[in-house]
């Protein structure tokens, strides 16, 4: 079974940044295509960014230039670094292993002055 454990998110102003890091176990990580997915109050989750097995990366239009996902396979470990962070961005995190279509329990990131 996939478990997924998500760490880094909190309270950050606007235009400031946060890196939301999942670390990975249960699974032949380096073999996996890994997801960050948001969602927000009174709203659907929707995919924020995915990286493949092979280092192949998308973005959702709304954070395309501002946040990054990576990859550690040493560590099992995935990444979403978000800068230029806008209030529309505040929502719960979530990571995704495509492998198992397992879930994290999510973190919290508000985007607030």
């Known amino acids: 079974q996939v478990q997924l454990v998500e760490s880094g998110g909190g309270l950050v102003q606007p235009g400031g940044s946060l890196r939301l890091a999942c670390a990975a176990s249960?699974?032949?990580?380096?073999?996996?295509?890994m997801a960050w997915y948001r969602q927000a109050p009174g709203k659907q989750r929707e995919l924020v960014a995915r990286i493949t097995n092979s280092y192949s990366t998308n973005y959702a239009d709304s954070v395309k230039g501002r946040f990054t996902i990576s990859r550690d396979n040493a560590k099992n470990t995935v990444y979403l670094q978000m800068s230029s962070l806008k209030p529309e961005d505040t929502a719960v995190y979530y990571c995704?292993?495509?492998?198992?279509?397992?879930w994290g329990q999510g973190t919290q990131v508000t985007v607030s002055s």
């Open positions: 995704y292993s495509e492998i198992g279509n397992s």
């Open positions: 249960g699974t032949i990580f380096r073999l996996n295509t």
